[in-house]
């Protein structure tokens, strides 16, 4: 049985740092791609970054750009989301999710497997 879960989200002040963890059981996590996505109640959810499964490739959404890293690494099969600069607008639950592909996937309906979610709350 495939499991996707995500580690590291709570409460935090604005700006402040935060680091998402993404692991995975049931399947080898660098055969895959992987994106982080974030929904804020009462709104849709949204890509945020996501990374090639070896790791040479990454994209963002321009809300984060400079404030969030996505890396991994493949020796312990976990994928990271590094925040910073954390803004209120960043409140959101945060959701990884895998694909089995070779490029950088921004779209959600490509996922193949999905977390339950990590509550991030960016207190102002």
């Known amino acids: 049985q495939v499991q996707v879960v995500e580690s590291g989200g709570r409460l935090v002040q604005a700006g402040d740092s935060l680091r998402l963890s993404c692991a995975a059981s049931?399947?080898?996590?660098?055969?895959?791609?992987v994106g982080w996505f974030r929904q804020a109640p009462g709104k849709e959810r949204e890509f945020v970054a996501a990374i090639s499964r070896n790791g040479d490739s990454t994209d963002s959404a321009d809300s984060v750009k400079g404030r969030f890293t996505i890396s991994r690494d493949n020796a312990k099969n976990t994928v990271y989301l590094q925040m910073n600069s954390l803004k209120s607008e960043d409140t959101a639950v945060y959701y990884c999710a895998a694909r089995n592909g070779g490029g950088v996937y921004t779209t959600r309906w490509v996922y193949d497997y999905w977390g339950q979610g990590t509550q991030v709350t960016v207190s102002s």
């Open positions: 049931g399947l080898t996590l660098y055969s895959y791609a």
